[in-house]
T-cell receptor, first 107, second 111 residues
Framework: GIQVEQSPPDLILQEGANSTLRCNFS?????LQWFHQNPWGQLINLFY???GTKQNGRLSATTVATERYSLLYISSSQTTDSGVYFC?????????FGKGTRLSVIA | EAGVTQSPTHLIKTRGQQATLRCSPI?????VYWYQQALGLGLQFLLW???????NRGNFPPRFSGRQFPNYSSELNVNSLELEDSALYLC??????????FGEGSRLTVL
């Protein structure tokens, strides 16, 4: 099945800094999603981005499907951005999740 | 528009008992997915239902089962509970293929 690798596993930022999270996947996909898991466990949809580039406020994402990777950019980070960010992909099967990047933003 | 709703929020059971978790999808969504997030193990796919049929199953023993009702809601049953079944169980819904939206989860504790 599809393998998903996220990097870095952990990231500590000062408030106001920018960051880039990476997601590599092992096969062609028709669905790629980025999620933020809040401290209570809920997965919040950030982007549905099987290809191309999208932006939503301080967050943006780019997927280069031909090279099998996606990037999530967080600019001007805030303490509320803390949590775990998951990339998940699927081909013809349900979403397969990476292990996540744990982001801590300190004031 | 209501999102995916799950119940109960928390559930405490003892080893050997059965647990039933419920999920209502977003209106218009026909697919329901169940995932398990156990401590240190990440998000693991359990089951996928669409139009009342089981479409795919993850690598879990048969004591994990479920069903989808005609109104597209779903329930997950876990029989003969074991300590390692303690986890957050997340339900998601989507149109047949497309973006998944998750509920807030049901946290199961097995004592």
């Amino acid at each position: 099945g599809i393998q998903v690798e996220q990097s870095p596993p952990d990231l500590i930022l000062q408030e106001g800094a920018n960051s880039t999270l990476r997601c590599n996947f092992s096969d062609s996909v028709n669905n790629l999603q980025w999620f933020h898991q809040n401290p209570w466990g809920q997965l919040i949809n950030l982007f549905y981005i099987p290809s191309g580039t999208k932006q939503n406020g301080r967050l943006s994402a780019t997927t280069v499907a031909t090279e099998r990777y996606s990037l999530l950019y967080i600019s001007s980070s805030q303490t509320t951005d803390s949590g775990v960010y998951f990339c998940a992909v699927s081909g013809n099967t349900p979403l397969v999740f990476g292990k996540g990047t744990r982001l801590s933003v300190i004031a | 528009e209501a999102g995916v709703t799950q119940s109960p929020t928390h559930l405490i059971k003892t080893r050997g008992q059965q647990a039933t978790l419920r999920c209502s999808p977003i209106s218009g969504h026909t697919s329901v997915y169940w995932y398990q997030q156990a401590l240190g193990l990440g998000l693991q796919f359990l089951l996928w239902y669409d139009e009342g049929e089981e479409r795919n199953r993850g690598n879990f023993p048969p004591r994990f089962s479920g069903r989808q009702f005609p109104n597209y809601s779903s329930e997950l049953n876990v029989n003969s509970l074991e300590l390692e079944d303690s986890a957050l169980y997340l339900c998601a819904s989507s149109l047949y293929v497309g973006e998944l939206f998750f509920g807030e989860g049901s946290r199961l504790t097995v004592l």
